[in-house]
C-alpha cells in the first residue's frame, strides 16, 4: 500500500529536522527504512516496476544499461538549468 502524504508549509518546520537529510521528498518503506533523494527513489521503483509483464523499467541487474540510462538523465539535468 502507498499513501501521498502531503507536508504543508506550516507543518515543514517542525518536520524539517527529522527528515533525514532535512529535505523533502522522502520515501518510507513498510520496514521504516527512509529513502531520501528523488533520483535514488526512482531507480528503486523502477527497479521493481515490470511494464505490461515484460521487463524491469530500470536494469538493477545490468550494470552498463544502468550506466546508459543514468547518464542520459545526468545529460538532461546539466541541460535544464540552461533551457
Keep these: 500500500p502507498w499513501t501521498d502524504t502531503r507536508v504543508s508549509f506550516a507543518d515543514w518546520g517542525a518536520m524539517k529536522p527529522t527528515t533525514k537529510w532535512g529535505q523533502l521528498p522522502f520515501m518510507k518503506l513498510q520496514d ?3 529513502m531520501t533523494q528523488t533520483l535514488p ?7 521493481k516496476i515490470a511494464v ?8 538493477g541487474d545490468d ?3 544502468a550506466y ?5 538523465i ?6 535544464r538549468p540552461k533551457v
Excluded: Q, R
Excluded at 546508459?68 to 542520459?72: A, C, G, L, Q, S
Excluded at 545526468?74 to 541541460?79: I, N, Q
Design 63 to 65: 550494470a552498463m544499461a
Design 74 to 79: 545526468a545529460a538532461f539535468e546539466d541541460l
Design 41 to 47: 527513489i526512482v531507480h528503486f521503483l523502477a527497479s
Design 68 to 72: 546508459k540510462i543514468d547518464e542520459m
Design 32 to 34: 521504516g527504512t527512509e
Design 52 to 59: 505490461g509483464g515484460g521487463s524491469k523499467m530500470y536494469p
